[in-house]
């Protein structure tokens, strides 16, 4: 079955950086777009960040635009998001997912920007 494992979450400073991680398993990786989404406290999941299925093509939230970049390694069947500029907004669990999936979510990974 579909396994999604987030890592690479912790407490950082405002303007600090991080990068999350993304192991995937029970599919193949390299045929499916993958999106990372946040969830922050008493707020709804939103879609941070979505990669092509080659990594040839992103899209981003207008919010993380300019700050976050989504990757991915298809031999490793590892997705990434590096997270720069970090701002106490982006504080929130963030999980990842096939793009447009009814995938079950992960556990998350947390992402605390606070000084």
């Known amino acids: 079955q579909v ?4 890592s ?7 303007g600090g950086s991080l990068r999350l991680s993304c192991a995937a398993s029970g ?3 390299s045929f499916y777009a993958m999106s ?8 709804g999941r939103e879609l941070v960040a979505t990669v092509s299925n080659t990594g040839g093509s992103t899209n981003y939230a207008d919010s993380v635009k300019g700050r976050f970049t989504i990757s991915r390694d ?23 997912r096939r793009a447009l999936s009814s995938d079950s979510w992960g556990q998350g990974t947390q992402v605390t920007v606070s000084s």
């Open 3 to 6: 396994q999604l494992v987030e």
């Open 8 to 14: 690479g979450g912790g407490l950082v400073q405002p």
């Open 27 to 29: 599919f193949t990786f």
């Open 36 to 43: 990372w989404y946040r969830q922050a406290p008493g707020k």
């Open 74 to 96: 298809n031999a490793r069947n590892t997705v990434y998001l590096q997270m720069n500029s970090l701002k106490p907004e982006d504080t929130a669990v963030y999980y990842c």
